[in-house]
């Protein structure tokens, strides 16, 4: 149980309510400063992450940095000052440097103003926990409308929280030591749900070339990735077990609705599940309809480009038995017969996409054509034995997925705990000595 102080006063600021008596109120303007130092031939790019790491750029990875290297006016960065991202605030990029160094003036870098008054760690938390109560936004949107970039004379207006000093640094150090060890058992249910994504790949990779039988005598394939497969299966080339159809459709993710005449594909939504069902609700009405961009039940959803190369060949299920539209950056497999079960041909596509990472191309954005599909080959067992195996998959991952949500589900009680705790402690409705 969680102490409180003994005596609180009203802030007299709104959004703060109450708080410890001995506990004063000042604006940010009175504690901090922004400073606009020189830079010096030594000093290396200091760049602020939405985690709250302030830290040179070679420390943390570089991709997607092109463009902030062309800016101009940069200004320098000492360790210990806090940093604050203008234009990323609102998501979390306010820390404390660890290191000197120099940065864009997309920053604004602040030092304290008053000597023994101010513990720049403790107002990083409060600050981070302003943003994550969208309190930053909010605050950036009703100065300037036209943005939501928070800047320096924002800070300085904001009227601030003051405990004692040596309450500030308690503070700090408690929630370091805190949020480091949620941060852990996150980390932990977090590496328990990657193994169980990796358990749910290697039971369908194995039923898909293996079948369920142990005893089953097994022949070489002749297809390295598949390997060696039940002695009476089959290996075929999949455009032999399926159409494909590249996805063209033009409406956008602005355009999709709550209800309409058909259940809208659209790259942006679909690559993040694995079965279209009731509970994808995305629409779009007729204006769209083509007749050869039609999804329907069975009919496996391919993502053909991607922004990562592990993205890329995600597959979706259409389990729905009205009409699906096809949008771009997709292709769909459609069984020809009722030779090809299709959750079979389903549960085969989350081994074959791997093989389709040899054909990517691209740098930033990954993507394969409808060719690619052409060339990749299969395991085909007995009709009643595709669907034996597509039964046992569903049964099985059905469990992996049921386990997999409740670790997400403990990840997010850890999460809101966390928020709770950070904003219970900055703004004293909880006391920690």
Request: proline share 2%; net charge positive.
């Amino acid at each position: 149980m969680m102490k409180k102080y003994q005596h609180y006063k009203n802030s007299g600021v709104a959004w703060l309510g109450e708080i410890p008596e001995h506990w004063e109120i000042i604006k940010g303007k009175w504690l901090f400063t922004k400073m606009e130092r020189p830079i010096r031939k030594e000093d290396d790019i200091v760049t602020c992450f939405r985690d709250g790491e302030v830290t040179l750029r070679k420390n943390r990875k570089i991709d997607g940095f092109t463009n902030a290297l062309k800016e101009h006016g940069y200004q320098g960065i000492r360790k210990g000052d806090l940093v604050i991202h203008n234009m990323d605030a609102f998501a979390g990029a306010i820390g404390i440097s660890d290191s000197d160094g120099k940065s864009t003036p997309v920053y604004s870098v602040c030092t304290h103003r008053i000597e023994n008054k101010v513990n720049s760690y403790f107002y990083t938390y409060f600050l981070r926990n302003l943003a994550k109560l969208g309190f930053i936004e909010s605050l950036a949107k009703g100065i300037r409308e036209r943005s939501s970039d928070f800047r320096f004379n924002d800070f300085g207006k904001l009227e601030l929280p003051v405990p004692p000093l040596e309450e500030q640094t308690a503070i700090a150090n408690f929630l370091d030591d805190k949020t480091t060890k949620i941060d852990q058992a996150i980390a932990i249910k977090q590496q328990q749900i990657e193994l169980l994504k990796e358990r749910r790949q290697i039971l369908i990779h194995k039923a898909v070339t293996r079948g369920l039988n142990e005893n089953v005598k097994l022949k070489d394939s002749g297809v390295e990735w598949i390997g060696e497969i039940p002695e009476h299966w089959e290996v075929k080339k999949l455009i032999g077990l399926c159409r494909f159809v590249r996805g063209n459709s033009t409406f956008s993710k602005d355009e999709l609705l709550n209800d309409g005449q058909y259940v809208a594909l659209q790259y942006g939504k679909t690559y993040k599940v694995n079965e279209v069902d009731k509970n994808y609700n995305f629409y779009v009405n007729d204006e769209f309809y083509k007749e050869t961009q039609i999804v329907n039940y069975g009919d496996t959803i391919f993502i053909s480009t991607s922004e990562t190369i592990e993205d890329l060949g995600h597959s979706a299920f259409y389990n729905r038995n009205d009409l699906g539209l096809l949008g771009g950056e997709q292709l769909i497999l459609k069984p020809y017969n009722e030779k090809i079960n299709c959750h079979y041909l389903y549960f085969s596509s989350k081994v074959f996409s791997k093989e389709l990472r040899k054909y990517a191309t691209g740098i930033k954005v990954f993507r394969f054509n409808i060719n690619d599909l052409k060339t990749i080959y299969t395991a085909t067992p007995p009709l009643k034995e595709q669907k034996e195996i597509a039964e046992f998959i569903e049964i099985a991952t059905t469990k992996i997925a049921t386990a997999i949500s409740l670790k997400q589900k403990e990840i997010e009680k850890l999460k809101e705990y966390k928020m709770s705790l950070i904003d219970g402690v900055v703004t004293g409705k909880v006391r920690v000595c």
